[in-house]
Each structure stands twice: as structure tokens, then as C-alpha cells.
């Protein structure tokens, strides 16, 4: 099933959810910016489903606001 997310896509978007919970919000520059996902290239390690990535940021951060 290409919807699934392999162990390091699921690990990696654990982390989005961890630092939304820690810090009140995330955005998707966030991705690009801090630690630990900076140096991570999300295109590479999520291919076509990079766009959920940033869909998956969008919903958290419109929660907070």
C-alpha cells in the first residue's frame, strides 16, 4: 500500500507532532530551520508524499491559531 509510511517517514513525522506538543507550533520553514529536522531532505526521504508532510504542518499549525 503506497499510502503506509515506512518506519523512518513514520519516526520522522512522530518528531513534527513532539515539537508541536513541545513548543505550541510548528510551521513548515520550521522544517528547514531547526533542529532535528533541518538537516533532513524530506523530498528525498518522503518522495511523492512530501506534500503530506507539509499538509500534515498546516493542520497543526491552524489548530493553534
Known amino acids: 500500500n503506497t499510502n503506509v509510511l515506512n518506519e523512518e ?6 518528531k513534527i507532532i ?8 510548528i510551521k513548515f520553514t520550521d522544517l ?3 533542529e532535528p529536522f533541518k538537516n533532513v531532505d524530506i523530498m528525498q526521504l518522503f518522495g511523492d508524499k512530501a506534500k ?8 497543526l499549525h491552524n489548530a493553534v491559531m
Open 18 to 25: 513532539e515539537y508541536a506538543q513541545v513548543n505550541g507550533d
Open 9 to 14: 517517514q513514520y519516526e520522522f513525522m512522530k
Open 32 to 34: 528547514m530551520s531547526v
Open 52 to 59: 503530506d508532510v507539509k499538509t500534515m504542518v498546516t493542520t
